[in-house]
Nanobody
C-alpha cells in the first residue's frame, strides 16, 4: 500500500529524492512520515507532513537539509535529501498515521518496504 523508492548511492554533499507512492487505497487525511534505520541503530524519525501540507515536522539531525512534500493528486509523498552526510546512510521508510504531529514510530499504522540510501565517497 505504500511503496518507497528513489534510494541509491550518493557522495557526501550530494542529493536524492525519495518517493512514497500510495497504492490500492488512499491515505486521505493521514499524516505521512519518513523514518530511517541504520544498522545496529533504532528507527529514527526524519520528517512528517499533514494531509493539507500546512504542518511539517523534522528531526533535529535533518532540519535545514531535508524537505518533505506531497502531491495529493498523485498520491505521492516526497523527501528531498540535500547536503547528504555519511551519517544519513540508512534504510528509509515511509509511513502513515491518523494522528497529527506524531514523531513516534508506534503511532504509524501503515508502513512501506523501505529504500536504501548510502552516502559514501
Amino acid at each position: 500500500q505504500l511503496q518507497a523508492s528513489g534510494g541509491g548511492l550518493v557522495q557526501p554533499g550530494g542529493s536524492l529524492r525519495l518517493s512514497c507512492a500510495e497504492s490500492g487505497r488512499t491515505f486521505r487525511g493521514y499524516q505521512m512520515g519518513w523514518f530511517r534505520q541504520a544498522p545496529g541503530k533504532e528507527r529514527e524519525f526524519v520528517a512528517a507532513l499533514t494531509w493539507s501540507g500546512a504542518n511539517t515536522y523534522y528531526g533535529d539531525s535533518v532540519k535545514g537539509r531535508f524537505t518533505i512534500s506531497r502531491d495529493n493528486a498523485k498520491n505521492t509523498v516526497y523527501l528531498q535529501l540535500n547536503s547528504l552526510k555519511t551519517d544519513d546512510t540508512a534504510v528509509y521508510y515511509c509511513a502513515a498515521t491518523v494522528y497529527i504531529g506524531k514523531r513516534d514510530a508506534a503511532a504509524y499504522s501503515h508502513w512501506g518496504q523501505g529504500t536504501q540510501v548510502t552516502v559514501s565517497s
